[in-house]
């Protein structure tokens, strides 16, 4: 599986942006997917995931009501949108997929994109 982030830039506190994270390669085999993000100095950090199907969606608290996960299995694109940016939004994005086979587990990760919030 292989996944690769697009959408990043540069934008202004209040502002949105929509990352999208393109699959290949085996994805007919990946269970849950999810964007991640890493600022200066700080750990990574999980932003919001979603299951295989899209039914099911979780966010970090910093992000509710502001971020939503989608992704449409037809396209083999994941998307966040982001709505209210704000200066603590700035990060390095990443997609992570994972994979299941019987009792193990495989993870997948994009290259980042760079998203920076300036007030």
């Known amino acids: 599986v292989q996944l690769v982030e697009s959408g990043g830039g540069l934008v202004q506190a209040g502002d949105s942006l929509r990352l999208s994270c393109a699959a290949s390669g085996s994805t007919f085999s990946i269970n849950a997917m999810g964007w991640y993000r890493q600022a200066p100095g700080k750990q990574r950090e999980l932003v919001a995931a979603?299951?295989?199907?899209?039914?099911?969606?979780n966010y970090a608290d910093s992000v509710k009501g502001r971020f939503t996960i989608s992704r449409d299995n037809a396209k083999n694109t994941m998307y966040l949108q982001m709505n209210s940016l704000k200066r603590e939004d700035t990060a390095v994005y990443y997609c992570?997929?994972?994979?299941?086979?019987?009792?193990?587990?495989?993870?997948?990760w994009g290259q980042g994109t760079q998203v920076t919030v300036s007030s």
């Open positions: 979603v299951t295989s199907g899209g039914g099911s969606t």
């Open positions: 992570n997929a994972v994979r299941r086979h019987g009792a193990v587990s495989y993870e997948y």
